[in-house]
């Protein structure tokens, strides 16, 4: 089905970017899907540029019918929905060939690789994709492979679609449908390296939430014992204990360079911050997470060791 048949396609159809969100988090797609919580990261304004430069086509690709073995097509921007699911996806480049179409998606990073060496998708990549081949299948199309492009290793990174893989989809779009419906955000990540990269990082605090339901599950409990006793309820310094808290800090959206254009001075690091010396003396410390490049001009000395 054509995007210009759905009819407010947002209130019934699950955009195959949301699955990916799902198999990624589901807490950032509750923040996202349901309730609308979007910011931006480095990361992601990268990949809003990436996509900005391929999304330049008209979206039309011919009705799968009228496809010939000796077709060669290179479609870009095709936006189609499943009605069969509730599936909707926008797809960067559709490339069709010997009567098959690929749908091949840009992406930022890397690809992850495999036990043995090669080079596999991420899960929540793969599942954006199985969408993508479950709309194309769908609309008539012939489908069974999907190819996603790394950016940072430009690699191309093929998916086969199979019966297993439409149905691992399938099973994770029902899953997202019952998170979406069920109201409760789900928890946060446990210790998770994803969540210092995430664009939501400031506003969902993954651990201190944790932290808190410990702590608050842990007064729980105790309440529950005493009721009818008269035992003193828990004090402060019978809390459990909780994991240390990671320091998470949310990108600024106010990077600035930093010029430095005087002859004789002295750039330093000590942790995580640009200390600028004039001989011995401190000229200024700026924070490496707050500036975006570092112009130099002139006579300027730049060691590498704390200072």
Not at 57 to 73: C, E, Y
Request: glycine share 6%; hydrophobic share 40%.
């Amino acid at each position: 089905m054509s995007i210009a048949d759905i009819e407010e396609p947002e209130a019934s159809y699950m955009p195959a970017r949301m699955l990916n969100e799902f198999v990624y988090c589901p807490r950032l797609f509750f923040y996202e899907h349901v309730e609308g919580v979007f910011a931006h990261n480095r990361e992601t304004i990268e990949g809003a540029i990436r996509h900005s430069r391929v999304d330049t086509g008209d979206g039309a690709l011919p009705p799968g019918d009228s496809l010939g073995d000796n077709d060669r097509i290179h479609a870009r921007s095709v936006m189609l929905a499943s009605d069969r699911v509730g599936l909707i996806a926008k797809m960067d480049l559709i490339e069709v060939a010997d009567g098959s179409v690929v749908p091949v998606d840009y992406k930022r990073g890397s690809p992850r690789i495999g036990p043995d060496g090669d080079l596999e998708v991420w899960d929540a990549d793969k599942a954006q994709m199985a969408a993508q081949a479950i709309v194309l299948r769908d609309n008539g199309y012939r489908c069974v492979e999907a190819v996603l492009y790394y950016a940072t290793t430009k690699q191309r990174v093929r998916i086969p679609i199979d019966d297993a893989t439409i149905d691992w989809a399938i099973a994770n779009l029902e899953r997202a449908r019952e998170v979406g419906a069920s109201g409760t955000i789900p928890p946060p990540l446990e210790d998770s390296p994803k969540c210092p990269r995430c664009s939501l990082v400031g506003i969902c605090l993954p651990d201190e939430t944790r932290a808190v339901h410990v702590i608050d599950e842990a007064r729980q409990l105790d309440a529950a014992d005493q009721s009818g006793s008269d035992a003193v309820c828990m004090s402060a310094a019978d809390v459990p204990e909780t994991k240390e808290l990671r320091k998470l800090l949310p990108a600024r959206d106010d990077l600035r360079p930093l010029y430095l254009n005087t002859p004789g001075l002295r750039v330093g690091k000590n942790g995580q911050v640009l200390r600028i010396q004039e001989k011995e003396r401190v000229v200024d410390e700026v924070r490496i997470g707050e500036i975006c490049q570092v112009n130099l001009f002139g006579n300027i000395q730049i060691t590498t060791q704390a200072v």
